[in-house]
C-alpha cells in the first residue's frame, strides 16, 4: 500500500541553539534509524514541521546536506507552530515530512563566479548552498557572500563566518542600523554591497534569498548591472499547507511555490514575481 503522503515521520529534537532573539536552531534526528540513514535532501529544500493539535509549518532545512546523522531547522518564532515548537526542550519529538519543493541549482553554479546576496532569516534556506561552496571551492571559480540584516544580532550563523571566508568565501555583512551600535562593517542595504560583486558576465550566478521587497531590490540593482535573468535565483515564500500541490495556497499566477519553487529562475517567474524593471 501506498504511504499516506500527509503521514509525518517522528524526529526527535538533539540540540537547540539560540541564534538571535527568537530565532533557534533545532537540530532533529528521526527517531527510525531506518529513515535517518536514507534521508538526502538538496540545498534549497525544505519539510514540512507538525505539532499534534497545532498544525505544521515550512522551515527550510539549514545543515549541509552532507551531514547524515541529523539535519537542522532554522526557526523564527512567528505563529501557532513557531511558537509551540519554541517550547519544546531537547528529547521532545516533532512530526516531520519532506523533504519538498525545487532546490538550488547547484550542479549549474560549477566553474562559476557564485553571489549568494542574502536578507534576514533567509540565510537559513540558502545556507546548505553555502556549505556545498565551502566543501568543494575549487568546483567555483569565486563564491562571493552578501549579507544584510536590520540589526548585527539577527545576522545568523556567525559563529561559521570565519570558517566560510578560510574556504575562500568572499564575505560582506551590512546591516540597516549600525551607527548606535559597535559596528565595524557596512552599513546600509544590501544592495549598497553590490559594488563588491564582480562585473557581470555571462559566468555570473546570484542566489538571493530574503523578504521579497529586498529581492525585488537586488534583482532591479543587478539587472541594470548587466546581469542575465537566466542567471538570477531567488527562494520565494508564501503561505503553504500541504506542500504537494493540493491546496492551493502558495499559488502564484500559473506556479505553486511549493513544488515547482521555492527556487525559481528569475526569468521564470518575473512576470508574475512583479514587475521590477
Ligand atoms: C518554503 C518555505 C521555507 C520556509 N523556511 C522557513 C525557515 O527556515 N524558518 C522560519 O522561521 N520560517 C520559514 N518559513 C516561514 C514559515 O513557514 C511561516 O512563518 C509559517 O507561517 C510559520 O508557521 P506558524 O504556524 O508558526 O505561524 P502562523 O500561525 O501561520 O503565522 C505566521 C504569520 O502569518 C500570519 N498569518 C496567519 N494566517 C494567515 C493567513 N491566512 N494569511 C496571511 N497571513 C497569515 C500571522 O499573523 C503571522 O504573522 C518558510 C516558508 C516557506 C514557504
Given at each position: ?16 541553539k ?6 533557534s ?7 527510525d ?9 538538496e ?7 507538525s ?18 546523522d ?29 523533504p519538498?519543493?525545487?532546490p ?47 540589526v ?30 559597535d559596528?565595524?562593517f ?11 560583486l ?23 540593482d ?34 505553486y ?21
Amino acid at each position: 500500500m501506498t504511504r499516506n503522503a500527509f503521514i509525518p515521520n517522528q524526529a526527535s529534537i538533539i540540540k537547540i541553539k539560540a541564534e538571535a532573539e527568537n530565532i533557534s536552531t533545532f537540530t532533529l534526528s528521526f527517531q527510525d534509524k531506518n529513515v535517518q540513514d536514507h534521508y538526502t535532501f538538496e540545498p534549497g529544500q525544505y519539510n514540512m514541521l507538525s505539532l499534534p493539535g497545532i498544525g505544521e509549518a515550512a522551515i527550510s532545512i539549514s545543515s549541509s546536506p552532507h551531514q547524515r546523522d541529523a539535519l537542522d531547522h532554522t526557526i523564527r518564532l512567528a505563529g501557532r507552530v513557531t511558537t509551540a515548537v519554541s517550547n519544546l526542550k531537547v528529547g521532545d519529538s516533532i512530526g516531520v515530512r519532506g523533504p519538498y519543493g525545487r532546490p538550488w541549482p547547484v550542479k549549474e553554479l560549477e566553474g562559476t563566479d557564485v553571489a549568494v546576496i542574502v536578507g534576514g532569516t533567509g540565510c537559513a534556506c540558502v545556507k546548505p548552498a553555502i556549505n556545498i561552496l565551502t566543501d568543494h571551492m575549487t568546483d567555483f571559480k569565486s563564491a562571493t557572500v552578501l549579507y544584510g540584516s536590520k540589526v548585527a544580532q539577527e545576522l545568523l550563523f556567525a559563529d561559521e563566518y570565519s570558517y566560510w571566508q578560510d574556504q575562500g568565501v568572499n564575505l560582506h555583512l551590512t546591516v540597516d542600523e549600525g551607527r548606535s551600535l559597535d559596528w565595524p562593517f557596512h552599513v546600509g542595504v544590501v544592495t549598497t554591497l553590490f559594488d563588491k560583486l564582480k562585473k557581470a558576465s555571462p559566468d555570473s550566478r546570484a542566489l538571493i534569498s530574503g523578504p521579497d521587497i529586498m529581492m525585488r531590490f537586488c534583482v532591479i540593482d543587478l539587472l541594470k548591472r548587466g546581469w542575465s535573468r537566466k542567471n538570477i535565483f531567488l527562494s520565494l515564500e508564501r503561505r503553504m499547507d500541504c506542500a504537494i500541490k493540493m491546496c492551493g495556497h502558495c499559488q502564484l499566477g500559473p506556479v505553486y511555490v511549493c513544488q515547482d519553487g521555492p527556487v525559481f529562475c528569475y526569468d521564470e517567474i518575473e512576470h508574475v514575481f512583479g514587475a521590477v524593471a
